[in-house]
């Protein structure tokens, strides 16, 4: 998200500042802060300067946008914070907007050593770190399935490895379940817009239901790679039966119930109202793709999540089972 952010501000002619540790190249355009936001005086480099907007994409310990915002809070305009829709109490009733309860966090929890042991929580934190510094000013993106060029989670990519090899594929149906997700670049242009105006509050910024489906997902990535696969489709409880994990052995499928009501089926009524445009899956789909070769085919991992994707020999014995 961060890179989409750089290139969308860059790309509109926007004066750009990154703060980073530097353990990512910054793209080009796009002046360079050199800093630790964990460590001790590690926010020294932000002490002077003004911003019209700030984008924070922190996930972990709360206390880190605690700290950046109200240092921030008199020589910046908007403070945006990149959250997630897991700080919702679950399971959530289907329809729920913004309004619904959310898991208790602090903005003040400051454990910086177990970072993904409570993704919600620690998200609910810096919702709560950048309301108190910046009041109406803190535009909350509550993002939901984030996909899209630069992944480094590995989902979209993985289907696209996996369809790329060719022959029969385990397709998880229903084929036509309905799908959220956002494609990176429109989540950065929304939040930027956003931001832009000092539009405040929370926002579930995901697609409108059904803005695809598993079939329209999975064939865009056979006509992007152009290879021989053949999708075989599967009901979900044989695939459920053989251990296979829904969104992580196989990303982004979930099978109907609580899970996908709350990852799926997203009230986004207030976002679309402020503007929100999302591009076609294929669109989304082709641009992964052709990121992906362009370094080869191996996405990056971030190192604090698993890796996803089906064994191949569970993959064989499901296609064996269903033919």
Same mark, same amino acid.
Request: net charge negative; glycine share 10%; hydrophobic share 40%.
């Given at each position: 998200?961060?890179?989409? +952010? ?5 790309? /509109?002619?926007?004066?750009?500042? %990154? ?23 590690? $926010? ?14 922190? !996930?972990?310990? =709360? ?19 990149? !959250? ?13 907007? @913004?309004?619904? =309860?959310?898991?208790?966090? !602090? ?9 993904? !042991? ?9 919702? $709560? ?7 109406? /000013? ?6 939901? $399935? ?21 022959? =029969? ?74 251990? %296979?994990?829904?969104?992580?052995? $196989?990303?982004?499928? %979930? ?12 009230? +986004? ?11 076609? %899956? @294929?669109?989304? +789909? ?21 890796? +996803? ?15």
């Amino acid at each position: 998200m961060g890179r989409a +952010v750089v290139e969308e501000g860059v790309a /509109r002619g926007w004066k750009v500042s %990154v703060f980073n540790r530097g353990t990512h190249e910054a793209p080009e355009g796009a002046a360079v802060l050199r800093g630790d936001r964990t460590a001790p005086d590690g $926010l020294a480099e932000l002490r002077n300067g003004e911003w019209d907007v700030v984008v924070d994409t922190w !996930s972990w310990a =709360p206390a880190a946008v605690r700290d950046a915002a109200e240092l921030l809070s008199g020589r910046a305009g908007s403070y945006a914070y990149i !959250s997630s829709r897991s700080v919702y109490e679950y399971p959530v009733a289907v329809g729920a907007d @913004e309004s619904a =309860p959310l898991v208790e966090g !602090s903005p003040d929890d400051a454990d910086y050593h177990d970072r993904a !042991s409570d993704y919600a929580r620690v998200k609910a934190g810096g919702e $709560l770190a950048a309301v108190r510094a910046f009041g109406d /000013r803190a535009l909350l993106a509550r993002a939901g $399935l984030i996909l899209g060029p630069y992944e480094n989670i590995g989902r979209l990519p993985w289907w696209l490895n996996r369809i790329a090899q060719g022959g =029969p594929v385990l397709a998880p149906g229903p084929a036509e379940l309905k799908l959220q997700l956002i494609d990176v670049r429109d989540l950065a242009a929304w939040t930027l817009d956003a931001a832009a105006r000092q539009v405040g509050g929370a926002f579930n910024v995901t697609s409108p239901v059904g803005h695809t489906t598993m079939r329209e997902l999975l064939e865009a990535c056979v006509r992007a790679t152009g290879s021989d696969a053949r999708l075989r489709w599967a009901d979900p409880d044989p695939i459920l039966a053989a251990g %296979v994990q829904p969104w992580q052995d $196989l990303p982004v499928w %979930v099978p109907p119930g609580d899970l996908y009501e709350f990852l799926h089926r997203t009230n +986004v009524d207030k976002v679309i109202g402020e503007g929100l445009r999302c591009r076609p %899956v @294929e669109e989304t +789909v082709a641009d992964t793709w052709a990121w992906l070769r362009s370094i080869g085919g191996e996405a990056p991992q971030r190192p604090d999540r698993p890796a +996803v994707g089906l064994d191949p020999e569970v993959e064989r014995s499901l296609l064996s089972g269903a033919a």
